[in-house]
């Protein structure tokens, strides 16, 4: 199955296409871009790539940064808010709170984003902390 992805570089490129071979234990992965040709994109290259339901997204929408209690996918995930160099905040549920590896999934706290799940660099991350009461 072809996912839908938007790699967002350290450097602020965006790549945007289709991928078979996305694996956070392997130090690269293929892209192919709608048009283009086949990239091979580094994990540490990158501050997060984004699997996504459409590449168009809405840069009009906000995002939900609160948490429902009732949301059935936060049971056995702590729920984060993440702070980027570039001032960018993304708030998420993560399996594992500190990560321990150098990228990490988390699926954002709004079911109706673009984002269906998110591979986060590590070392991209400015700060990163658990929320409490549900909201940052």
Partial sequence: MNNLVVAR???????????????????AFHLRPPEGITAEVKLKDLKALFFVRSL??????????????????AHGSTAVSMQFPD??????????F?????????????????????LVNRSAVKKIEP??????
């Avoid at 995002?63 to 059935?72: F, I, M, R, S």
């Avoid at 960018?88 to 399996?95: A, I, K, P, R, Y």
């Fill in 9 to 27: 570089y350290l450097d602020g490129r965006i790549l945007k296409g289709t991928s078979l071979d996305v694996d956070p234990a392997k130090p």
């Fill in 98 to 118: 500190p990560p321990n590896r150098p990228f990490f999934f988390v699926v954002p706290v709004d079911p109706a984003s673009n984002n269906i799940r998110v």
């Fill in 56 to 73: 168009e997204g809405d840069m009009a929408r906000h995002e939900a940064h609160t948490l429902d209690p009732n949301d059935p996918r």
């Fill in 87 to 96: 001032g960018e905040v993304m708030v998420g549920l993560t399996n594992r």
């Fill in 131 to 136: 929320l409490t009461g549900g909201s940052v």
